[in-house]
């Protein structure tokens, strides 16, 4: 009996990019960089995989990443290692280990890559997601808090996405964040069992998570008990705040100041933001960052105030208006009818790819007809046909597949005539 092979489907939580998402994805990312530049930001690499101590202090112990979400493994010499959840510790370990502290002022940095969580699939949230994100290493200036708040609007609105919101608040320094934790328990006490029962654990190891809870029934709650982090800001970084809101008010920039906003990361210090979009429902963060002035002396380096966003490209891609469809079009698909004109089409769009033009030919034998319509098909601009009245001639038919208007070009100077045909 004939074995039955199953079929391998990607995992739970991860998707495959098809050509027409993966077009659309690559025009995003070509639109962040060229933001970026614009903004005088430098791409960093990093490795997606890193020791887990780095996540572990930078993101926090008590945080959902770190105690639910984090893929880690053993390997080979008994080192615990950890898929990046996010890429902000990676960059500043980087930072870090080359030496840009000491050689560099002001490091504006970006990526682009997958980052790794163990969270129950649904939309908007996957377990390999994509963020593109920046970081802004070497400056306490509230000016720069609003630079990278404005890079991140100038970059959703060339995408096209219409209609977020920014929310904003301050958490203040590592000693206001100590006096809102212990004012958000008192707040609590008593009341906790109200809560869902990830709440109650994080009462008691890392209680300002509580203000990061997802569950309707706890943001409800918390609101009617605790007014906010801005009774908690110290004289400096209440001015710090003060500052970053009227740059943003100079820049034009709308915003609605959210005073329970937190975050999911421990690092985050002074201002923080957030994203959101009424079209992504209850995961409804398109981007989201803030400032993390103690993260580079954790991590063993100088103090350095620093500030950064991520956004996340599944979600920045479900939020977009009218994103544009169609097909990828290629410059000139060559179509040929028998061996010696194929032997001669393979020849010239070889040519025609090193002269920089992009041209395909049919791997498949299939008829003239056939090739015509795999020409449409992909959106050639231009078909080329050879059979044996061209082969003979020594010339080439050129089909433009708009107007359907046909011309015959000599053989020796094809290459040159089909650029200057599309550069018409």
């Not at 209609?163 to 301050?170: D, E, F, T, V």
């Not at 003060?242 to 034009?252: F, T, Y």
Request: proline share 3%; aromatic share 8%; with cysteine.
């Amino acid at each position: 009996m004939k074995e039955i092979k199953t079929q391998i489907q990607a995992l739970r939580g991860t998707k495959d990019l098809l050509p027409e998402e993966a077009r659309l994805w690559t025009a995003l990312e070509e639109k962040a960089r060229k933001g970026f530049a614009c903004f005088g930001f430098s791409e960093m690499r990093t490795p997606i995989i890193e020791e887990s101590s780095l996540f572990v202090r930078s993101i926090g112990q008590g945080t959902d990443i770190v105690e639910k979400q984090m893929y880690t493994f053993l390997d080979r010499g008994e080192r615990s290692i950890s898929l990046r959840p996010e890429a902000t510790a990676s960059v500043v370990r980087a930072y870090l280990e080359h030496g840009m502290d000491k050689n560099t002022g002001l490091a504006k940095l970006f990526y682009i890559g997958p980052m790794f969580r163990a969270e129950r699939p649904q939309a908007g949230r996957a377990r390999q997601f994509h963020q593109i994100g920046v970081e802004a290493i070497g400056s306490y200036n509230p000016n720069l808090d609003a630079e990278v708040i404005a890079l991140l609007v100038a970059i959703l609105d060339s995408f096209n996405v219409v209609g977020y919101k920014i929310k904003l608040n301050s958490l203040g320094c590592t000693k206001d964040k100590n006096n809102l934790s212990a004012g958000l328990r008192e707040s609590l006490e008593g009341k906790i069992n109200d809560f869902c029962d990830d709440c109650k654990v994080r009462y008691d190891k890392n209680v300002l998570r509580v203000l990061d809870c997802k569950e309707e029934r706890c943001k409800n709650a918390i609101r009617k008990i605790f007014q906010g982090t801005e009774a908690y800001l110290c004289p400096e970084c209440k001015t710090h705040f003060d500052s970053v809101r009227s740059a943003l008010d100079i820049l034009r920039i709308d915003y609605q100041i959210e005073p329970h906003l937190v975050r999911g990361l421990d690092y985050y210090t002074k201002t923080t933001f957030e994203v959101t979009h009424h079209k992504l429902g209850a995961q409804d963060a398109i981007a989201a960052g803030g400032r993390y002035d103690n993260l580079v002396s954790d991590l063993g380096g100088p103090e350095k105030g620093a500030c950064g966003f991520a956004i996340g490209m599944e979600r920045a891609a479900m939020a977009i208006h009218d994103i544009p469809t169609g097909k990828e079009g290629i410059d000139i698909f060559i179509a040929t009818i028998g061996d010696e004109a194929y032997r001669l089409g393979f020849r010239l769009v070889m040519e025609l790819r090193k002269a920089g033009i992009s041209a395909d030919i049919d791997y498949e034998g299939r008829s003239l007809k056939a090739q015509m319509r795999a020409a449409d098909k992909i959106g050639a601009r231009l078909a080329a046909l050879i059979g044996g009245d061209e082969i003979k001639n020594h010339s080439i038919t050129v089909r433009n597949m708009h107007t359907k208007e046909q011309s015959s070009i000599p053989e020796r100077s094809f290459v040159s005539e089909i650029e200057r045909m599309l550069t018409k």
